[in-house]
T-cell receptor
Framework: AQSVTQLGSHVSVSEGALVLLRCNYSSSVPPYLFWYVQYPNQGLQLLLK??????LVKGINGFEAEFKKSETSFHLTKPSAHMSDAAEYFC????????????FGKGTRLSVIA | GAVVSQHPSWVICKSGTSVKIECRSLDFQATTMFWYRQFPKQSLMLMAT?????????EQGVEKDKFLINHASLTLSTLTVTSAHPEDSSFYICRPDYGQDTQYFGPGTRLTVL
């Protein structure tokens, strides 16, 4: 079975500062890893994903994440926070192949201070 | 990316009534549909997995007689919340599975039970 742990339910950064949202996963088989963003009263938007290949994954809005198998981590980063980045962020894991549900972390709320 | 729609986007109903939520996969056929529920300020929890033409598989703790899922075609799945109560108020999100490594979600339906 897969599981995801997001460290920190709330992260607050200043505008222009580095954003780091932590995600650790547990999976008995090679995982697929995802980061989603959710704005208030809206659905989920895929930021980026790791399936195979390059471990540093670049996504939309300047976000990137690095898959580190040895650390079972998939932390999300952005060099410079923007006010519009304030939202809820979810890390999720699934396994290769179809017909597999995503397992989500509890989410991290990012606040950006002007 | 694939287009997934949900209808309605927001519904308010009286306690004891039933509400049907539709999830349509507009670009691709989906033999499998996942239904998630998200309570305020919480993460997404998988409710059930349905396969076209067969009965849905429910996660532990989810009442199958209360949350009726119909996956009658490859492009439409419905979730009916029967005899809704205020504790059923939540954000319901569908996710069709296309057997690929990318995960598309519906925009969600917010249910408020008075």
């Amino acid at each position: 079975a897969q599981s995801v742990t997001q460290l920190g339910s709330h992260v607050s950064v200043s505008e222009g500062a580095l954003v780091l949202l932590r995600c650790n996963y547990s999976s008995s088989v090679p995982p697929y890893l995802f980061w989603y963003v959710q704005y208030p009263n809206q659905g989920l938007q895929l930021l980026l994903k790791y399936t195979t290949g390059a471990t540093l994954v670049k996504g939309i809005n300047g976000f990137e994440a690095e898959f580190k198998k040895s650390e079972t981590s998939f932390h999300l980063t952005k060099p410079s926070a923007h006010m519009s980045d304030a939202a809820e962020y979810f890390c999720a894991v699934s396994v290769r192949g179809g017909n597999t549900p995503l397992v989500f972390g509890k989410g991290t709320r990012l606040s950006v201070i002007a | 990316g694939a287009v997934v729609s949900q209808h309605p986007s927001w519904v308010i109903c009286k306690s004891g009534t039933s509400v049907k939520i539709e999830c349509r996969s507009l670009d691709f056929q989906a033999t499998t549909m996942f239904w998630y529920r998200q309570f305020p300020k919480q993460s997404l929890m998988l409710m059930a997995t349905s396969n076209e033409g067969s009965k849905a598989t429910y996660e532990q703790g989810v009442e199958k007689d209360k949350f009726l899922i119909n996956h009658a075609s490859l492009t439409l799945s419905t979730l009916t919340v029967t005899s809704a109560h205020p504790e059923d108020s939540s954000f319901y999100i569908c996710r069709p599975d296309y057997g690929q490594d990318t995960q598309y979600f519906g925009p969600g339906t917010r249910l408020t039970v008075l």
